[in-house]
Nanobody, 126 residues
Framework: QVQLVESGGGLVQTGGSLRLSCAASGRTFSSYAIGWFRQAPGMERVFVAAISSGGGGGITYYADSVRGRFTITRDNAKNTVYLQMNSLKPEETAVYYC?????????????????WGQGTQVTVSS
């Protein structure tokens, strides 16, 4: 069993920044890919970013809409993954979730992730 706890969400103005954290416990964290997804009210949960396992920090992958503005990193010693979000837009208002993958490599599909956190709300005001 794995427990994930997200933090760092909040209210920010357009163009602002937030740093989300995802702390994991209960499994060998470093062996699995970690993903961030977001879900706006009435919408499907969509992929944002992910990072593979790996001692060098892992291979990263981003949704086209966030590439160049968001950065995902992991600290395996702390069992924590971070999502630095810059130049935020109002349409990015959503609940952001982190999830532990079933494998070491990145997958964009929510179904490929086995454990999920409770989510953290990000609200970007216009």
């Amino acid at each position: 069993q794995v427990q994930l706890v997200e933090s760092g969400g909040g209210l920010v103005q357009t163009g602002g920044s937030l740093r989300l954290s995802c702390a994991a416990s209960g499994r060998t964290f470093s062996s699995y890919a970690i993903g961030w997804f977001r879900q706006a009210p009435g919408m499907e949960r969509v992929f944002v970013a992910a990072i593979s396992s790996g001692g060098g920090g892992g291979i990263t992958y981003y949704a086209d809409s966030v590439r160049g503005r968001f950065t995902i990193t992991r600290d395996n010693a702390k069992n924590t993954v971070y999502l630095q979000m810059n130049s935020l837009k109002p349409e990015e208002t959503a609940v952001y979730y982190c999830a532990v993958g079933r494998r070491s490599y990145v997958d964009l599909r929510p179904g490929s992730y086995e454990y999920w956190g409770q989510g953290t709300q990000v609200t970007v005001s216009s």
